[in-house]
């Protein structure tokens, strides 16, 4: 019978797809099941063995560590590059673009608000 091993709604799906390869890697059995367009489901790692648990989690602390490591010597990289890797950086980069973004929410705003402000 199929055993949660974790949930993945928070996870990206690189971080997802590189746990189930080290998975399968390890000889562990698993599935990935998606909640769906209407988020009825549950985003989850499954194993198809509950005897495989034990092992499970000692891939994930192993892949968590080497996962993390990974993402933030690319962080550094970025930051290294100069690229941006937040949105103050994005906005310091490309500020017409963001200027752009920025007058088109108020205008969608204003214009969807402007019926109850007028009292119609």
Not at 11 to 18: N, Y
Not at 96 to 101: E, I, P, V
């Amino acid at each position: 019978m199929a055993h949660l091993l974790m949930k993945t709604a928070g996870a990206t799906p690189e971080e997802v797809d590189g746990f189930v390869e080290a998975l399968e890697q390890a000889g562990i059995s698993c599935y990935v099941t998606q909640s769906g367009r209407w988020r009825i489901g549950v985003d989850a790692l499954w194993l198809s063995d509950k005897a495989d648990i034990e092992r499970a989690h000692a891939v994930g602390a192993e892949y968590q560590a080497r996962f993390a490591q990974q993402s933030r010597a690319q962080y550094r990289a970025m930051r290294a590059r100069g690229e941006p890797v937040n949105f103050a950086a994005h906005a310091a980069q490309h500020p017409l673009k963001t200027m752009a973004g920025v007058l088109a929410i108020v205008f969608i705003l204003g214009v969807s608000l402007v019926p109850f402000i007028r009292g119609v």
